[in-house]
């Protein structure tokens, strides 16, 4: 098959718009349309391969078939100057033979020089704002009618294969710190520490006073009576170990 070019995807959208929101992962996705004959195979190529992450990022299509492709930018901690942004995706497609396997797909497929029927779209990044419900999004039909770029735009651009997993570490939230005990906090523990073993030292002293108490009460009891004093050391003994069984 002679060198060629013509049009073999049909892509949709032409541009790529994100949802700009701070550090937070968005995608959109593309649809690859093959309107031919042909399996065709493609690549999506990016001037930002670390910013995103492309599932697929090569694959075959069928004839008279559709794939679809996710897009996701990674999050960002800072909006670009004024909402631009510069990043720019190539989506290559090629004419394979049935039974072309996606690990079988290299470079060399899609270009012309190896003799196949090429072809390569060129597609914009658009920061959009994020919609605001409950407001509908209005879909346009202007994104699907849009004129492919021209062969001129983006030659010196600098393409580069687009990754399947992310290269960027995802954001977590922030780190738990082991507690540590500091030249401050260490005093108050020691005497938090001692006020509490003292408190247990004077509670079972005061069960001790009770239950010898008790046994006086018992004994005057034995013998027909007993002082008030003792009385009165008994309810105070018991209002006094309540309170420190509070504590």
Do not use: H
Request: hydrophobic residues 30%.
């Amino acid at each position: 098959m002679g060198s060629d070019s013509k049009e073999l995807l049909g892509i949709e959208p032409l541009e790529l718009r994100f949802p700009f929101e701070f550090m937070k992962q968005i995608s959109c996705s593309m649809e690859l349309t093959n309107r031919t004959d042909d399996y065709l195979a493609f690549k999506v190529k990016t001037t930002s391969p670390k910013k995103y992450c492309v599932r697929p990022n090569s694959g075959i299509v069928p004839p008279r078939s559709t794939s679809s492709v996710v897009v996701t930018m990674q999050a960002l901690k800072q909006a670009p100057p004024d909402m631009q942004c510069k990043d720019k995706f190539l989506v290559q497609s090629a004419v394979v033979t049935e039974g072309t396997a996606v690990k079988d797909i290299t470079g060399e497929m899609f270009k012309k020089e190896s003799g196949n029927v090429v072809d390569e779209v060129r597609l914009k990044v658009v920061y959009v704002q994020p919609p605001r419900p409950p407001s509908p999004v209005r879909e346009g039909s202007e994104e699907g009618s849009s004129p492919r770029p021209s062969w001129s735009d983006g030659t010196n651009i600098n393409y580069q294969d687009a990754t399947r997993e992310s290269d960027e570490p995802p954001l977590s939230s922030a780190r738990k710190e082991p507690l540590e005990i500091t030249s401050e906090t260490s005093p108050l523990i020691s005497r938090l520490t001692e006020e509490r073993n003292s408190a247990i030292q004077q509670n079972n002293k005061l069960r001790e006073e009770l239950d010898l108490v008790r046994r006086e009460i018992s004994k005057q009891n034995g013998n027909g009576g007993f002082p008030l004093v003792f009385v009165v050391a008994v309810a105070l003994l018991g209002i006094l170990l309540g309170y420190l069984m509070k504590r």
